[in-house]
């Protein structure tokens, strides 16, 4: 995604999440512990997202100049709506069994979730980033794989996931893993009665 071209300031790699509540962290904890035991080949291959990092990207932004930043946090609170609890799929390996590069949780399709990703993706063309060109897939990374890591059959998931806020995020690349910053926070809406 491009930066504005209006804005010249030095740019932080960004993007808009949703974040599991607390009882969700917890399940995806013991998850990992059972996925674990499913690991065929070198542990060692598998570096598993720590739990306070879990979260679910709504839209990527990329380099981000300040007043693309200063826009997300105003806006932010209109990105927070009432979310029931997004059923799961199943874990999956990314892009696929023989080229493993991810191991995520799949959600199901949600209404919900399309519309809030749909109005994170007119915000950010609002604010001057490019298209977005890949259709929305709503998941969890769980951890990132190195070739030759192999898993035998993947257990079932938790039934379904809940999100208690939504967030401006920064990623910073490092080794040996990315590190993510919170910018702005804002808690969902409460459900309604």
């Known amino acids: 995604m491009s930066r504005a071209a209006t804005d010249s300031t030095a740019d932080l790699r960004c993007f808009l999440a949703l974040l599991p509540d607390a009882a969700s962290l917890q399940n995806l904890r013991r998850c990992r512990d059972t996925l674990e035991r499913t690991i065929a080949g070198a542990a060692r291959g598998v570096r598993w997202i720590e739990p306070a990092a879990l979260h679910m990207t709504l839209r990527f932004l990329g380099e981000s100049g300040s007043a693309q930043i200063d826009y997300f946090k105003h806006m932010l609170p209109t990105l927070a709506p009432s979310l029931p609890p997004i059923s799961t799929r199943r874990f999956g390996v990314w892009p696929n ?3 493993p590069r991810l191991l995520v949780l799949e959600l199901e399709p949600s209404e919900a979730l399309s519309d809030l990703a749909a109005a994170c993706e007119a915000h950010a063309r ?15 990374t769980l951890a990132r794989l190195r070739p030759g890591c ?12 809940a999100f208690d806020a939504v967030a401006l995020m920064q990623s910073t690349l490092a080794q040996p893993a990315s590190t993510y910053t919170e910018l702005a926070r804002v808690a969902l809406a409460a459900p309604t009665p």
Do not use: N, V, Y
Not at 126 to 140: L, S, V
């Open 150 to 161: 192999a898993f035998g059959i993947l257990p079932h998931p938790p039934p379904s996931i």
């Open 126 to 140: 609002k604010a001057g980033f490019t298209a977005e060109t890949r259709d929305f897939r709503a998941h969890i």
């Open 97 to 99: 069994r023989a080229r």
